[in-house]
Structure formats: C-alpha cells, structure tokens
C-alpha cells in the first residue's frame, strides 16, 4: 500500500533529495543547471542553492552566470540573491574572467556613464568596476 502525502510534503522530500545530489556538484555547473532548469520554483531553495554555489564554485564563473540570469528573468523577485551571487563571484574571479560581464547585466548599458554615481552607491559595482578599469577609479 502507498501512502501519499501533500504535495507540498512531497516537494520538501524532493527538494531534500535534490539539494543532498547537488551537494556532490564538482564545479559549479549542476548547481547553475538546476537554477535555470527550475527558476519558477526554486525561489524558496535559493538560499542552500547560493551557499551551494558559494562553496564550490572556485572561479566564480557560475556565481557570475546565476546572478545575471537571475537579474535577466526577475532582477526583482531575486534580488536578494544578486547581492550574494555577486559578492561570491568577486570574491572567486581573481583573473577577472567572469565579473567585467556583470557591469553591463546588472547595472545596464550605460554603466560607463553613471559610473561615478554608481562607484558611490553601490561597493559591488566599486570593487568590480575597479578590477577592470583599474585606473578609472576615482
């Protein structure tokens, strides 16, 4: 005999399940592929998903690649994750590979002409428009 049980008891045992296989995830990668794969109904895993993505990306090319995602389908459903994601791919992006492409995703085309404005309020946008431009900075 089967036993079933609500589908929202149902979806925690899945997403239990789902998040100990992503835990396994090598690079990154997986992590990212689930977010994107599942963007509609992963907003209440998003924080073990970010710490996930935190821990084992090690070049900060996912962290980068989630955040602008997340910025491009609802910067403002996600956007308490941009922050994290971000700060993550900093952190990680030592060759600056990934983090110039989140100047344009995150802060728009015209970046370079609120650049000054921007440097002032917002130390993400400072500390990354500083790695690339580094001698723009003040």
């Known amino acids: 005999m089967r036993i079933y049980a609500p589908m929202g008891a149902e ?22 592929d689930y977010i994107v794969n599942n963007v509609d109904t992963c907003l209440d895993s998003m924080p073990e998903l970010v710490e996930n993505l935190k821990r084992v990306d090690i070049s900060g090319q996912f962290l980068a690649s ?3 995602f997340l910025s491009a389908v609802d910067r403002e459903k996600f956007s308490s994750w941009l922050t994290p994601l971000i700060e993550g791919a900093i952190e990680k992006d030592r060759e600056r590979r990934y983090i110039g492409s989140l100047l344009q ?4 085309k015209d970046y370079m002409d609120r650049a000054d404005e921007l440097k002032a309020e917002d130390d993400n946008f400072r500390r990354i428009y500083k790695r690339i431009y580094p001698g723009n900075i003040f």
């Open 66 to 68: 989630t955040a602008r």
């Open 11 to 32: 979806f925690r045992i899945n997403m239990s399940e789902t998040l100990k296989s992503l835990s396994g995830d090598k690079d990154g990668m997986a992590t990212y």
């Open 105 to 108: 995703a995150i802060w728009g």
